[in-house]
């Protein structure tokens, strides 16, 4: 069974940065991309960044130039480092994994980003 666990969220000032880390367990097989999602209240879940198979990355327009995604594949972990952060940037961050088997998520965890 696979699980994902998030770390790393909490309260910030805008301007400010912080680091989330996802914590993948289980049997892993067919691996194909890991990536983070947020959603905000009233808010559909939406893409943030994206870490595919090959090691080559996408991240969404907003934030582009501020939030980078990086993957530790030998100890099956997956990081977002986020800076610059701002008001809007306030959601549940949510890890996903995706296999050739299944799609997995996390708990997910709140990120909150103060004027």
């Known amino acids: 069974q696979v699980q994902l666990v998030e770390s790393g969220g909490g309260l910030v000032q805008a301007g400010g940065s912080l680091r989330l880390s996802c914590a993948a367990s289980?049997?892993?097989?067919?691996?194909?991309?890991m990536g983070w999602y947020r959603q905000a209240p009233g808010k559909q879940r939406e893409l943030v960044a994206r870490a595919l198979s090959g090691g080559n990355t996408i991240d969404a327009d907003s934030v582009k130039g501020r939030f980078t995604i990086s993957r530790d594949g030998a100890k099956n972990m997956v990081y977002l480092q986020m800076n610059s952060l701002k008001p809007e940037d306030t959601a549940v961050y949510y890890c996903?994994?995706?296999?050739?088997?299944?799609?997995?998520w996390g708990q997910g965890t709140q990120v909150t980003v103060s004027p």
């Open positions: 996903h994994l995706a296999t050739m088997t299944g799609h997995y």
């Open positions: 289980g049997s892993i097989f067919g691996y194909i991309a």
